[in-house]
């Protein structure tokens, strides 16, 4: 197992026309027993790509060559419809006796479902270590997550190794998950961020030595090169983050919130947030989050009324729906979203998820993949018909249809009478936890 310490922290996200709860939890792991699945239990262990085998450091990282299962991006066609992009991502991936990362993974493989894993450094750093990570503004030892033990580390490594070799992506969630006014992320400077990600690389290249884990599989990949995003502790600290990491090899950030438009870049980053969706039976929206859908229902509780367990699962899951058929069959921007390997509500929320894979990602038109691919996708596309499709807003079609749209442009919009100033949007909410 991962050795925690446990803490909830809850916050409001507001815009002008919503409002919901925002962020992630400060816990990311659990000890109860995962769901059963469809595959639960079956060991596939594909093979490393190719011949090359070239170990990196102590051996904890090797480099073998390409990612295998990734799908390369084209380029759209004059007036082709763009894909339904769907991105399912996990915050501090880490795998303790929930079984939650293995359970998932094959989750994905049956529903051609790939995702992005992002890993929290200390969990590939065992107890006894702990000194080695010293936290921007903290003393040496510190982490509001815990660390890791030794099953923990190789069964996380374990399933670090195979989901990369799946074609999914391992990004990271940092170390420490400090978070709020007094020393939180958001209160870090530029360099701080840079020794954090520094640190967060160093427990993933050197996992095997500190734990004393030698005769474990390596992790097949060179993760400097591998590391291309992230997303923040309870979403804060985004703008120093971006700052630091667009010179250390990173890509995108999915930090921000917004609502369900196409992305934009950001500093030379991809900006993709996650998204305020539907809260059915509410006059709000929430954040794209199991943690958000959980405060909205049960507050900070985490094991709320189980009389209500099934019903909130149902409006999660009823959420993303909504959420995925406004765009799938609107202005098709990617429906970002993400989660916690944790049971919250009696497991609850990840049933929602399984269901909503499930669902979305056997349609017609729909990639299931991770941010690295997405981003992937977005660079290999003409920026004049991206800067196009983001001017459709949540659940707007072409009105002319795509192949016209995506040729001629969108249709130029009135002008503003003299010294009328355009009416502003909804403001875009900031994510608060304490």
């Given at each position: 197992?991962?050795?925690?310490?446990?803490?909830?922290?809850?916050?409001?996200?507001?815009?002008?026309?919503?409002?919901?709860?925002?962020?992630?939890?400060?816990?990311?792991?659990?000890?109860?027993?995962?769901?059963?699945?469809?595959?639960?239990?079956?060991?596939?262990?594909?093979?490393?790509?190719?011949?090359?085998?070239?170990?990196?450091?102590?051996?904890?990282?090797?480099?073998?060559?390409?990612?295998?299962?990734?799908?390369?991006?084209?380029?759209?066609?004059?007036?082709?419809?763009?894909?339904?992009?769907?991105?399912?991502?996990?915050?501090?991936?880490g795998e303790d006796s929930q079984k939650l990362f293995s359970h998932?993974?094959?989750?994905?493989?049956?529903?051609?479902?790939?995702?992005?894993?992002?890993?929290?450094?200390?969990?590939?750093?065992?107890?006894?270590?702990?000194?080695?990570?010293?936290?921007?503004?903290?003393?040496?030892?510190?982490?509001?997550?815990?660390?890791?033990?030794?099953?923990?580390?190789?069964?996380?490594?374990?399933?670090?190794?195979?989901?990369?070799?799946?074609?999914?992506?391992?990004?990271?969630?940092?170390?420490?998950?400090?978070?709020?006014?007094?020393?939180?992320?958001?209160?870090?400077?530029?360099?701080?961020?840079?020794?954090?990600?520094?640190?967060?690389?160093?427990?993933?290249?050197?996992?095997?030595?500190?734990?004393?884990?030698?005769?474990?599989?390596?992790?097949?990949?060179?993760?400097?090169?591998?590391?291309?995003?992230?997303?923040?502790?309870?979403?804060?600290?985004?703008?120093?983050?971006?700052?630091?990491?667009?010179?250390?090899?990173?890509?995108?950030?999915?930090?921000?919130?917004?609502?369900?438009?196409?992305?934009?870049?950001?500093?030379?980053?991809?900006?993709?947030?996650?998204?305020?969706?539907?809260?059915?039976?509410?006059?709000?929206?929430?954040?794209?989050?199991?943690?958000?859908?959980?405060?909205?229902?049960?507050?900070?509780?985490?094991?709320?009324?189980?009389?209500q367990h099934a019903y909130w699962g149902e409006q999660m899951r009823?959420?993303?729906?909504?959420?995925?058929?406004?765009?799938?069959?609107?202005?098709?921007?990617?429906?970002?979203?993400?989660?916690?390997?944790?049971?919250?509500?009696?497991?609850?929320?990840?049933?929602?998820?399984?269901?909503?894979?499930?669902?979305?990602?056997?349609?017609?038109?729909?990639?299931?993949?991770?941010?690295?691919?997405?981003?992937?996708?977005?660079?290999?596309?003409?920026?004049?018909?991206?800067?196009?499709?983001?001017?459709?807003?949540?659940?707007?079609?072409?009105?002319?249809?795509?192949?016209?749209?995506?040729?001629?442009?969108?249709?130029?919009?009135?002008?503003?009478?003299?010294?009328?100033?355009?009416?502003?949007?909804?403001?875009?909410?900031?994510?608060?936890?304490?």
């Open positions: 197992m991962i050795a925690a310490t446990k803490k909830i922290a809850g916050g409001l996200v507001a815009t002008a026309l919503v409002l919901g709860v925002a962020g992630c939890s400060s816990s990311e792991t659990g000890k109860s027993p995962a769901a059963g699945g469809p595959n639960a239990g079956k060991k596939a262990v594909p093979e490393a790509p190719g011949s090359v085998n070239r170990p990196i450091g102590d051996g904890s990282t090797t480099y073998t060559g390409p990612q295998p299962n990734v799908q390369k991006p084209q380029k759209l066609k004059a007036g082709e419809k763009p894909p339904q992009f769907v991105v399912f991502s996990w915050d501090g991936a998932f993974r094959e989750v994905g493989k049956q529903y051609n479902a790939r995702m992005t894993y992002f890993l929290s450094g200390v969990y590939m750093l065992p107890e006894e270590k702990r000194s080695l990570y010293t936290a921007p503004q903290h003393g040496p030892g510190r982490s509001d997550i815990g660390f890791g033990d030794l099953k923990g580390i190789k069964d996380t490594a374990d399933q670090v190794r195979l989901a990369w070799l799946e074609g999914n992506e391992i990004g990271t969630h940092f170390n420490g998950h400090f978070c709020g006014p007094e020393g939180g992320v958001g209160t870090w400077s530029v360099e701080e961020w840079k020794s954090e990600i520094n640190q967060a690389k160093s427990f993933v290249k050197s996992w095997r030595t500190n734990a004393g884990l030698k005769d474990v599989q390596t992790l097949p990949f060179d993760y400097d090169k591998e590391l291309i995003g992230a997303r923040t502790p309870c979403l804060e600290g985004q703008k120093n983050f971006m700052l630091a990491a667009k010179g250390m090899g990173f890509r995108y950030d999915s930090s921000g919130i917004s609502k369900q438009i196409w992305p934009k870049k950001t500093d030379g980053l991809w900006d993709i947030p996650l998204q305020l969706v539907p809260m059915p039976g509410r006059a709000f929206d929430t954040l794209s989050m199991d943690y958000n859908y959980m405060v909205n229902q049960s507050g900070t509780n985490s094991q709320g009324d189980p009389s009823d959420g993303l729906r909504q959420a995925f058929d406004r765009v799938y069959q609107g202005n098709r921007a990617p429906l970002i979203i993400g989660n916690h390997f944790e049971s919250w509500n009696g497991g609850t929320y990840m049933r929602a998820v399984e269901d909503s894979i499930k669902t979305m990602c056997t349609k017609p038109e729909v990639r299931c993949v991770p941010f690295k691919e997405l981003v992937d996708w977005l660079d290999a596309q003409d920026p004049k018909a991206l800067e196009w499709m983001r001017t459709l807003d949540v659940g707007e079609t072409p009105k002319e249809g795509w192949p016209k749209f995506l040729t001629a442009g969108p249709p130029a919009r009135p002008a503003a009478p003299a010294g009328v100033k355009p009416a502003a949007g909804p403001a875009e909410g900031a994510a608060e936890e304490g």
